[in-house]
Nanobody
């Protein structure tokens, strides 16, 4: 079945960096866009970054543009999110999912457990 396993989160000071990974399975990874999403307490899940099936096109939320970089490795069915210059407002649980289009998930019933990112001094 479709599965997403996110990892790489943790506690980091403002200005620090983290690299998140998401291992996907149960569908043809190379055929679909992939996206990273995040959810903070009391807020709705929001789209953070998206990458095309072949990796040639990326899109970012304005709040993370120039700080985050999404990439993918179709050999390993893995999508990554490099996060630099982290801010307290980046604190959230981060998830990945396949996409029909940027910010439109393909498997809304198959979210993983996510990985917690906490930015604090």
């Amino acid at each position: 079945q479709v599965q997403f396993v996110e990892s790489g989160g943790g506690l980091v000071e403002p200005g620090g960096s983290l690299r998140l990974s998401c291992a996907a399975s149960g569908f043809t990874f190379s055929a679909y866009r992939m996206g990273w999403y995040r959810q903070s307490p009391g807020k709705e899940r929001e789209a953070v970054a998206s990458i095309s099936s072949f990796g040639g096109s990326t899109k970012y939320a304005n709040s993370v543009k120039d700080r985050f970089t999404i990439s993918r490795d179709s050999a390993d069915n893995t999508v990554y999110l490099q996060m630099n210059n982290l801010k307290s407002e980046d604190t959230a649980v981060y998830f990945c999912n396949a996409e029909i289009a940027a910010a439109t998930v393909l498997f809304p019933a198959n979210w993983g457990q996510g990985t917690q990112v906490t930015v604090s001094s």
